[in-house]
């Protein structure tokens, strides 16, 4: 199947990136939020951007003003009839997700892929909402999708070995280095990742180290590019805790959230996105 048109849903910082990339590799799209307002605040990150590439002189004007020529904004999903494939890219909620798909299958052509951006839920109870479960297929892009390399090919229980073969194609179009993966809680990335950030929390709440510690510690001992703490802070505390919290309830004790992650998150310390988590944001 030839991918030319990709919807992505929802316009935050995952679905932005991913149809930067998405746009990038020549593809049309359309990017798609509850509100034209949310959209176009997606388009106007992926232009500040791109206008960034353009002034440090990693892009041509001629291009930037190309891609963004190939992306249109839109509210309701509609807008996503005639895609080949469609990036959810909404809030890790199963229930959201479900009744997003559902709605997606009623509306889209038959052939359509459907792909999840999940970090954790699984793919085949995903899979089940809609009448299209062998072309489903989860697609975990790193945060951030425009720069990040690995792409998580999530295959779920139905899922066809056409629909994986064209998703790492599509992949590779846009840059990414796809690593195909079973479906199983987690998966591989956030599985490893976010055991490992759970236990810097630990550390910081039983008085291991200091917050400075512990982050220079990973950084410098295992060559980590953010520590532990920064990086929770970047991903989102709520993000961190509720994926989690399907892996402790997935996969039993080691994956218990932190009390002091959770005691966060009620206390709105969300982070970059709140302006305070394990540091102070402007």
């Given amino acids: 199947m030839n991918i030319r048109k990709i919807a992505v849903i929802g316009a935050g910082t995952m679905g932005s990136g991913i149809a930067q990339v998405a746009a990038q590799s020549n593809h049309e799209v359309v990017l798609e939020d509850v509100k034209k307002e949310l959209?176009?605040?997606?388009?106007?990150?992926?232009?500040?951007?791109?206008?960034?590439?353009?002034?440090?002189?990693?892009?041509e004007t001629n291009e930037k003003k190309s891609i963004l020529a190939r992306i249109l904004t839109a509210a309701g999903l509609d807008s996503c009839?005639?895609?080949?494939?469609?990036?959810?890219?909404?809030?890790?909620?199963?229930?959201?997700?479900?009744?997003?798909?559902q709605e997606l299958d009623r509306l889209c052509r038959k052939e359509t892929i459907f792909a999840t951006n999940t970090s954790a839920i699984s793919?085949?109870?995903?899979?089940?909402?809609?009448?299209?479960?062998a072309q489903f297929i989860?697609?975990?892009?790193m945060n951030p999708a425009?720069?990040?390399?690995?792409?998580?090919v999530v295959r779920g229980l139905v899922t066809s070995e056409e629909t994986v073969n064209?998703?790492?194609?599509?992949?590779?179009?846009?840059?990414?280095?796809?690593?195909?993966?079973?479906?199983?809680?987690?998966?591989?990335?956030?599985?490893?990742?976010?055991?490992?950030?759970?236990?810097?929390?630990?550390?910081?709440?039983?008085?291991?180290?200091?917050?400075?510690?512990?982050?220079?510690?990973?950084?410098l001992g295992a060559n980590h590019p953010m520590g532990p703490l920064e990086l929770a802070d970047f991903i989102?505390?709520?993000?961190?805790?509720?994926?989690?919290?399907?892996?402790?309830?997935?996969?039993?004790?080691?994956?218990?959230?932190?009390?002091?992650?959770?005691?966060?998150?009620?206390?709105?310390?969300?982070?970059?996105?709140?302006?305070e988590g394990f540091y102070a944001y402007r």
């Fill in 123 to 133: 793919i085949t109870r995903l899979a089940r909402a809609t009448e299209r479960p």
């Fill in 146 to 152: 425009h720069k990040m390399k690995l792409l998580e």
């Fill in 81 to 101: 009839r005639e895609a080949d494939l469609v990036i959810e890219a909404a809030a890790e909620k199963e229930e959201v997700k479900k009744e997003l798909f």
């Fill in 138 to 141: 989860g697609m975990h892009f």
């Fill in 236 to 275: 989102g505390l709520d993000i961190c805790l509720a994926t989690l919290d399907l892996l402790h309830a997935e996969l039993g004790g080691k994956y218990r959230p932190c009390p002091l992650l959770r005691k966060m998150v009620e206390g709105g310390k969300l982070g970059r996105k709140s302006g």
């Fill in 166 to 219: 064209v998703i790492a194609a599509v992949a590779e179009k846009m840059g990414k280095t796809p690593v195909v993966v079973n479906d199983y809680p987690g998966f591989v990335a956030s599985r490893l990742i976010m055991h490992g950030l759970n236990d810097a929390i630990f550390c910081l709440q039983e008085g291991v180290a200091s917050r400075d510690g512990i982050d220079t510690i990973m950084k």
């Fill in 39 to 59: 959209a176009e605040a997606g388009l106007e990150k992926i232009r500040k951007r791109l206008e960034k590439m353009a002034s440090d002189g990693r892009m």
